[in-house]
């Protein structure tokens, strides 16, 4: 029997895999953003620790307004340019899908009335957000990822809409992976707050510049982190239309909706390794073990 | 009595000669005979297409709103930038294979000129730089044999009316100041709203009755020549047929800053349909002596960017 082994907020700003200077990323940076990229480290070394077959992550960089899409081609490879931040982030990627998982989502999702697409097309690029997610949890790539889309009805309808579907996906998400063989680690790839700054300085990694966009973005961060940290999770559910609009979040893409919905609305703490802020934009990294994994 | 030699021609007026609103979404590219419609819109192209080359244009400027940037504007300057392009929603249509031939001179003159407007720019020339869905079937529809080479320049997610004028007006500055004859092409759709489900292409239909009498609005304005009433329209139009992705409906705001903010253009819709419940048009302007004169206007006009005043969006 499947099981969720581990999940965890993963937030994809490149400037952190800019900053590592992984070999794979042509440019190079002098430093930046460490508190985030500690805290990625000590994710990495709790995952350590845990026995895993495969990454399922869903990205808000694979916008898909119809239906929820799943990578569906074996092995990909390929280069990822940033379209935001193109002089940061230039990644050569290799990477291998659980295709026969991701068909048993997809199938999952179906079933429970969503709409649903397997991504076939082998010239497809895989999406930034699903690989800097993966790089920073798992810079090895040595397990097979499934990434998810990001169905955009947050937009269409409203955050009570996406919610609906992403819990339902959640649930489908939970069902699959009990069913398959697979022990699996859950990555929601978004930032809390996501308001930018709309200029750059001359050093991108130049952090005297970086900081919260504004003193409220925080006070919303802070919120939801002190609220997951406690377990609090159908509160952040239930508050989620507030924070989406009022914090400009990126939650609004599903990822953590779905989570939370995947992970059974966990009540037990959240472990923090790390929050900072990317171009203003505000970045928690989270995780928790289920207690049947522990 | 002139003495210049009376077999040198005259040159041709630098400026903005022809303007194109052309839908991005890949059907009529990839899967034109899937639908009556889609047929449609890519005869619709070709149509453009030899309008547009009718007025000799040496430059085609691409705004697309399917290219979102957040350090300010973006602009394409590798000069043949090449590349396999799938679509992350239509990747079941198929793969775009492109090489396109950009103007990597009149990109960093475009920057240079929105720059001195108070905008922030930057040019972009890295292999593999995604380019967006909308410029690539735009250029691939438009000008297959790339005769006339592209400058694309993206869409400010934040940017509202007094940034995206700017931005226009910069254009404008950029063309008159290189003497450039400019054809300018705006990529977006009129509505926007996607069935959210999968269709049979031939029952494609616009979305809701609202929308295709919103839409049906906009392009009786445009084939009669009225581009900035259109403009000063865009935030009702945003209000009421616009899925709020981004913070408004600037398509328009950019497309009469660059062509002069008047309403002397010759108008005319080479196609309307559907694509995917969306409002797809082939819309070409030509500037005339005459026209629909301008309106008492609502909407300010701004010359300069004074930058970024903190407001939330």
Redesign the interface.
Same mark, same amino acid.
């Given at each position: 029997m499947g099981q969720i082994v581990f999940g965890a907020l993963a937030p994809h700003p490149p400037h952190l895999v800019y900053a590592a200077n992984p070999p794979q990323n042509e440019p190079t940076a002098e430093c930046g953003w460490e508190t985030l990229r500690w805290g990625y480290e000590r994710l990495a070394d709790r995952l350590s620790t845990i026995e895993y077959d495969t990454i399922v992550v869903l990205s808000p960089h694979w916008q898909t307004y119809v239906g929820t899409h799943f990578l569906g081609v074996e092995r990909f490879h390929s280069l990822s340019v940033d379209p935001i931040f193109p002089n940061l982030f230039r990644y050569r990627y290799d990477l291998t899908v659980d295709v026969p998982l991701a068909e048993q989502l997809c199938a999952a999702a179906s079933e429970a009335g969503l709409v649903t697409k397997m991504m076939r097309n082998p010239d497809f690029r895989v999406d930034y957000g699903t690989i800097v997610s993966c790089h920073l949890t798992n810079p090895t790539w040595d397990k097979p990822i499934v990434s998810i889309s990001s169905q955009r009805s947050a937009a269409f309808y409203s955050v009570e809409v996406m919610q609906e579907q992403m819990l339902a996906l959640g649930r489908a998400t939970a069902r699959a992976i009990e069913a398959s063989d697979r022990r699996v680690v859950l990555l929601a790839s978004e930032s809390l707050s996501h308001r930018h700054f709309v200029s750059e300085a001359d050093i991108p990694e130049d952090m005297s510049r970086e900081h919260i966009t504004n003193h409220h973005q925080y006070l919303w961060d802070m919120k939801l982190i002190e609220m997951l940290r406690t377990g609090r999770t159908r509160e952040v559910v239930d508050l989620m239309p507030e924070f989406t609009e009022q914090a400009v979040s990126e939650s609004d893409s599903g990822a953590l909706t779905w989570l939370i919905s995947a992970l059974s609305f966990p009540r037990y703490t959240a472990e923090l390794y790390g929050y900072g802020t990317v171009i203003g934009t505000g970045n928690a990294v989270m995780g928790w073990v289920p207690r049947e994994a522990r | 009595m002139s003495d210049s030699d009376p077999t040198e021609l005259e040159a041709p007026e630098p400026g903005t000669v022809y303007g194109l609103l052309v839908p991005g979404l890949p059907q009529p590219l990839l899967c034109p005979g899937a639908g009556a419609g889609y047929q449609r819109l890519h005869d619709a192209f070709a149509a453009a297409r030899r309008q547009l080359l009718a007025h000799e244009p040496d430059l085609l400027l691409v705004y697309s709103t399917m290219? =979102?940037?957040?350090?300010?504007h973006q602009i394409q300057a590798d000069p043949q930038p090449e590349w !396999?392009h !799938?679509d992350? +929603?239509f990747?079941?249509l198929?793969?775009i294979p492109y090489r396109f031939r950009i103007d990597e001179g009149f990109a960093h003159q475009l920057r240079d000129a929105l720059d001195a407007r108070g905008l922030?720019a930057r040019t !972009?020339a890295? %292999?593999?730089? =995604?380019i967006?869905t909308g410029s690539v079937v735009a250029l691939k529809l438009l000008n297959p044999d790339n005769s006339v080479p592209a400058v694309i320049i993206s869409s400010?997610v934040?940017s509202d009316r007094a940034e995206t004028v700017v931005v226009g007006k910069a254009c404008r500055d950029a063309i008159l100041a290189g003497g450039r004859r400019a054809a300018v092409v705006v990529v977006g759709t009129l509505s926007n709203? +996607?069935?959210?489900?999968?269709i049979d292409p031939a029952d494609d239909r616009i979305h809701s009755l609202k929308d295709d009498e919103w839409n049906r609005k906009i392009l009786e304005f445009l084939g009669q020549g009225r581009l900035e009433d259109t403009a000063q329209l865009s935030r009702e139009i945003h209000r009421q047929i616009r899925? =709020?992705?981004v913070v408004n409906f600037k398509s328009m705001w950019f497309w009469s800053a660059v062509m002069g903010q008047h309403n002397q253009f010759d108008g005319e819709v080479f196609a309307y349909e559907a694509l %995917?419940g969306t409002g797809g048009a082939v819309v070409g302007l030509a500037p005339c002596g005459s026209g629909v004169g301008d309106k008492e206007f609502d909407e300010d006009d701004v010359e300069q960017f004074h930058g970024?005043r903190?407001v +939330?969006?």
């Open positions: - | 290219w =979102p940037s957040i350090i300010g !396999v !799938v992350e +929603l990747h079941d198929g793969s922030t !972009v890295y %292999h593999g730089f =995604p967006d400010n934040y709203r +996607l069935f959210t489900d999968w899925v =709020p992705k %995917h970024d903190d +939330l969006a």
